[in-house]
């Protein structure tokens, strides 16, 4: 391999195994919140108790998820630099403001209410934790509104060899950004929500606090079936707007090799196997005419543009982007069915054994709908890494391909301690419960 599909396998192994982390951090910071809320308001001591269990598993999954965030930061030094001195101005700016504003303000309150519980009032105490979950989260906007540039760049000026920043207010606003902080903070709510779940479940099998994992287990499933509905529902009328600004990322999603006679309409296979090689699906089967179309435009006749409109070294990986589009969407249909069982059986989960059996290995469903997603977005934009503007080619550091692979191999390492860290800690602390009353 040479020194670019190294320096992209390292970015795309970092960032997917960044992203094990930041979803469940967004949401369960949240129900934290939530919880320790109605502590506050009814005086209730399970609700004390609940706070600590969950923050105890969020404080956890927020430490390994900054560790792995900050070496995903220094690659874009060590690997694109030419990236970097090509739109500085731009994504440091907003990478500058998640680091500056929105990190710093999540771990003071973080500490504040790690150390606070006996130093605190009640009330002190419980906006600490949604300054943190308010910070986190505004934490995923400035990283989502840097990654929306590179999707679909605004208020920028092309001047001396470089993107110079012309319009702030442009690039805070970019509606595209803005669909993708919807869609990932939906998906993350609802990760939260299954996470909640899942460990519920396991204890009520058990008979292991029965009150107290029966409260968690109706807040997480509200939170998983209204979420897993807004990711959903979202994600459509995201795919409308790539539909209008990367059309070709529309057509690897589903496959669409040809454009469709005018008046046509695009179909939408149920079974298709893409055929890169000769241009074509290798399988095509059960086709709805239009449906494309429809869901692109709102009309059954309305064009879609094929592949073949653009050159091959302009297209984006087709097999990749669609098979990872099309886990994304039948995973999320899985939540939203296991999220509307678990909620309609919320109030007889001593008559829901199998639910409580399966909502355990459950868990890992959103995670895979999520990392699916990202990698619908991120590979779907090549070969761009600024959509339209810059070439990911031209972005990479002028370095040896050993010093590449070196850095990939211990990185690999690293994280695989991490995560097989992360994992334990999150098992044995779940297992074991909360603190007795």
Not at 301 to 326: C, H, N, Y
């Amino acid at each position: 391999m040479d020194v670019l599909w190294l320096s992209r396998l390292q970015f795309a192994m970092a960032t997917l195994f960044h992203f094990i982390f930041v979803p469940l951090t967004l949401g369960l910071s949240i129900l934290v919140a939530i919880m320790e809320t109605k502590y506050v308001r009814t005086g209730d001591p399970v609700y004390k108790r609940m706070t600590q269990f969950w923050g105890k598993l969020f404080v956890i999954n927020f430490v390994l998820g900054i560790v792995t965030g900050i070496t995903l930061e220094f690659q874009f030094g060590t690997n694109w630099s030419r990236y970097s001195a090509y739109v500085g101005d731009i994504f440091g700016s907003l990478l500058a403001i998640e680091a500056t504003l929105a990190f710093f303000l999540e771990s003071t309150f973080l500490g504040a209410w790690i150390f606070g519980w006996d130093k605190l009032s009640a009330k002190m105490h419980a906006a600490c934790i949604w300054l943190v979950a308010a910070a986190s989260n505004i934490s995923a906007l400035w990283i989502l509104l840097a990654n929306g540039f590179m999707q679909h760049p605004v208020g920028y000026v092309l001047q001396n060899g470089r993107a110079e920043l012309e319009s702030f207010l442009a690039v805070i606003t970019n509606g595209f950004a803005w669909q993708q902080y919807i869609h990932t903070l939906s998906g993350a709510f609802a990760l939260a929500g299954f996470f909640v779940m899942g460990i519920s479940a396991f204890h009520l099998l058990r008979k292991n606090e029965t009150d107290f994992f029966t409260r968690s287990f109706r807040l997480g499933s509200l939170f998983a079936l209204i979420f897993s509905l807004v990711v959903a529902i979202q994600g459509h009328h995201h795919a409308q707007e790539v539909t209008r600004i990367q059309p070709a990322k529309l057509a690897a999603m589903e496959a669409l090799w040809e454009t469709p006679q005018k008046g046509e309409g695009a179909p939408m296979y149920l079974l298709v196997l893409p055929d890169e090689d000769n241009e074509q699906n290798a399988i095509e089967a059960l086709g709805i005419p239009g449906g494309l179309s429809f869901l692109a435009h709102g009309s059954f006749t309305a064009p879609v543009q094929g592949l073949k409109e653009w050159p091959k070294e302009d297209r984006p990986p087709v097999l990749l982007t669609f098979l990872s589009f099309r886990a994304m969407v039948g995973l999320g249909t899985l939540m939203i069915a296991l999220a509307a069982w678990a909620w309609l059986s919320r109030n007889r989960l001593e008559h829901s054994s199998t639910l409580l059996r399966l909502l355990p290995y459950a868990i890992p469903i959103p995670y895979l709908a999520l990392e699916a997603g990202w990698m619908v977005a991120e590979v779907g934009r090549q070969p761009w890494i600024v959509y339209g503007l810059m070439r990911t080619a031209d972005a990479v550091s002028p370095v040896a391909a050993s010093q590449v692979a070196f850095s990939l191999v211990a990185l690999t390492v690293l994280y695989a301690l991490l995560g097989a860290a992360d994992i334990a800690m999150l098992t044995i602390y779940a297992r074991k419960g909360p603190k007795p009353a």
